[in-house]
């Protein structure tokens, strides 16, 4: 099985904007045995900004553009340090790819892109992927990591796109002040209404929130990828998921 998994910021890292250590090293753990047992993994990852505003000592998240994106120049070399680090103790070899909305615009630098996605894989390697957040303007802007993710999981054809939130998946109501909100399992299409229990889900840190993971749910329905939402407060569940146990939310058509 081909498998995109993208991991937020609120995963990663403490509030504290500091490496979950714990976190990260069983994300790379359990993708390691994933990849063990025979599946191609692909990784998405955020992080670069909070890592970087972490190490650059910077007081919060910040608003202009230079100071993003010098964050993330910082950010992303640890990130990639921490990932080569902890895969190589399981004897995976990482690669990194930055792309930003005109790679995926123009169809010379997608075709570009996929080439070395499918060779990379062929290679064995574990590509990990982020936004280039360090070239990125709002004109070229791909703007989350749920929408990366489900252009990558839908242009190398993956079986399963799974988005690891800080939240189970997509409830009826805001679980956080609603105690009769109840996880929805599964959703075989993109509804208006179901476009409107959104805001009632949304996450409480990183960039992108539940409307933009329905967003990747719309796109993966149409390609037939199956995309599953579920906690990455425990990484293990990415067994249940690719053992097609029933967590989180699933977006399938049946
Ligand atoms: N590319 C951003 C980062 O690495 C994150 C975007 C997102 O979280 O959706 O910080």
């Known amino acids: 099985m081909r498998i995109v998994v993208k991991v937020g910021t609120s995963t990663l890292a403490h509030p504290t904007g500091h490496l ?3 976190r990260v090293e069983l994300l790379c753990k359990v993708l390691s045995d994933i990849k063990n047992a025979g599946h191609e993994v692909i990784l998405v990852s955020s992080g670069a900004i909070g890592m970087g ?3 650059l000592g910077l007081l919060g998240r910040p608003e202009d553009i230079p100071t ?3 964050a993330a120049a910082v950010g992303q070399c640890e990130l990639m340090y921490t990932y080569d680090k902890l895969f190589s103790e399981y004897n995976h070899t990482v690669a990194q790819l930055l792309i930003t909305g005109d790679d995926v615009a123009s169809d010379k630098r997608r075709g570009n892109f996929i080439n070395t996605m499918y060779r990379l ?3 064995q390697a574990l590509p990990i992927l982020n936004e280039n957040d360090t070239v990125s ?3 070229i ?8 993710a489900a252009i990558v999981a839908t242009s190398v054809g993956a079986d399963k796109l799974v988005l690891l939130s800080d939240i189970d998946g997509l409830y009826t109501a805001d679980p956080h002040t609603d105690p009769n909100a ?4 599964h959703i075989s299409a993109i509804s208006p209404d179901v476009l409107a229990l959104a805001g009632a889900s949304a996450s409480t840190q990183g960039t992108g929130g539940m409307i ?6 719309a796109m993966c329905l149409d390609a037939g990828c199956e995309m599953v939402i579920c906690n990455g407060a425990e990484p293990e569940n990415l067994y249940a998921v690719l053992e097609g146990q029933t967590i989180g939310t699933k977006f399938s058509k049946e």
């Open 182 to 185: 109840k996880l929805i399992a």
């Open 53 to 55: 505003v972490g190490k």
């Open 20 to 22: 979950n250590i714990r």
């Open 141 to 148: 802007v791909i703007g989350d990591n749920d929408t990366l």
């Open 137 to 139: 303007t709002d004109e």
């Open 68 to 70: 993003k994106q010098a």
């Open 121 to 123: 894989l062929e290679l």
């Open 212 to 217: 933009t993971k329905l967003r990747a749910a």
